[in-house]
């Protein structure tokens, strides 16, 4: 095979690996590709586990009966997978014309397989896995082949880094999902049925509607510092940064409320402080309770003790 047609093959290997949006996809892709390239037999992809000590089984292309009926027997340790782990192994390598390891003492579905070469995946210094490749011909691999395989692991490896942001990034997000409903359920539901049930009182007076009001003025200033935070979050470093919107924030008219719950006024003697229903003050104390993750009353000053919210 000449260049043209080297370069021919890591151009769409290349090209598979940049569209594929699934691992194992991509990883079968340049399998299939790379075992037609140099006119081989099979092949599969180990790589590592998140503590590098260990690898498992990402992807295989044609393996013979052997090792596809007994997935077992690709399993566990081998000698490649050892050297490649104590940094016996640092680029692409003839192991040995000898059987692979895999295939000892079996006598029959191997379709005569024995050579065996090993590449690693190393992405700036990181072992990410390695790529074994068997052939029923008894010779080592050129040099020119191996080089060519080097060129492939990179592209692997950058494409393995890749998916692994991408997963990364879709996990963040979740996380970043999770905390935006907490703040829904704990900050922005209070305040709706605040001013719900605000409105929603027949015969309503001025009191109440200037509750329903502040309330509504202040869950609007709170939802555009949570916009504000969302977008911060964004334009940063997802492993650097995240969503700085203040947990559990307690409003003026809350802690007004909490600050009278401490001195042992009951819901009608806090309405009657703050010329409020003593529905609503059910439900600022809702919110209070709800934001600060707090049980009872008792429970919710003391947490506010403690956070320095309160003074004693």
Same mark, same amino acid.
């Given at each position: ?17 940049? +569209? ?26 180990? *790589? ?14 044609? *393996?013979?009966?052997? *090792? ?13 997978? #050892? ?54 011909? /008894?010779? &080592?691999?050129?040099? #020119? ?48 049925? /605040? ?25 609007? +200033? ?17 492993? +650097? ?12 008219? &809350? ?40 049980? /009872? ?16």
């Amino acid at each position: 095979m000449n260049d043209k047609d080297y370069f021919s093959y890591l151009y769409e290997i290349a090209s598979h690996l940049n +569209k594929e949006y699934s691992l194992h996809s991509a990883l079968l892709k340049s399998l299939s590709k790379t075992v037609e390239l140099l006119d081989l037999e099979t092949g599969w992809f180990w *790589l590592t586990e998140p503590d590098h000590k260990s690898v498992y089984l990402a992807a295989s292309y044609n *393996l013979p009966p052997a *090792l596809n009926n007994h997935p077992e027997r690709l399993s566990g340790w081998c000698y490649c997978i #050892k050297q490649y782990l104590d940094d016996g192994i640092d680029e692409a390598m003839n192991i040995s014309e000898i059987r692979c390891s895999r295939l000892n003492d079996i006598s029959s579905g191997t379709k005569g397989l024995k050579f065996h070469a090993v590449i690693p995946i190393i992405i700036n210094g990181q072992k990410v896995g390695l790529m074994n490749l068997l052939s029923k011909e /008894t010779r &080592e691999l050129t040099e #020119k082949e191996l080089a060519i395989l080097n060129t492939i692991s990179e592209l692997v490896g950058t494409a393995i880094q890749r998916t692994r942001l991408q997963q990364s990034f879709k996990t963040k997000s979740v996380t970043s999902d999770k905390i935006i409903k907490r703040v829904l359920d704990n900050v922005f539901d209070p305040h709706l049925k /605040t001013i719900i049930s605000c409105l929603d009182t027949p015969n309503l007076d001025k009191r109440e509607i200037h509750e329903a009001l502040n309330t509504a003025k202040e869950l609007q +200033k709170q939802l555009n510092v949570l916009g504000k935070e969302t977008k911060a979050q964004e334009r940063a470093e997802s492993h +650097k940064k995240e969503l700085l919107y203040p947990e559990q924030p307690l409003t003026k008219r &809350e802690l007004e409320v909490l600050h009278l719950i401490k001195k042992g006024l009951t819901n009608n003697q806090i309405g009657e402080a703050l010329f409020i229903t003593e529905r609503t003050v059910k439900f600022h104390v809702t919110a209070i309770l709800s934001k600060l993750n707090a049980s /009872t009353r008792t429970e919710a000053v003391d947490i506010c003790l403690k956070r320095g919210v309160l003074s004693l």
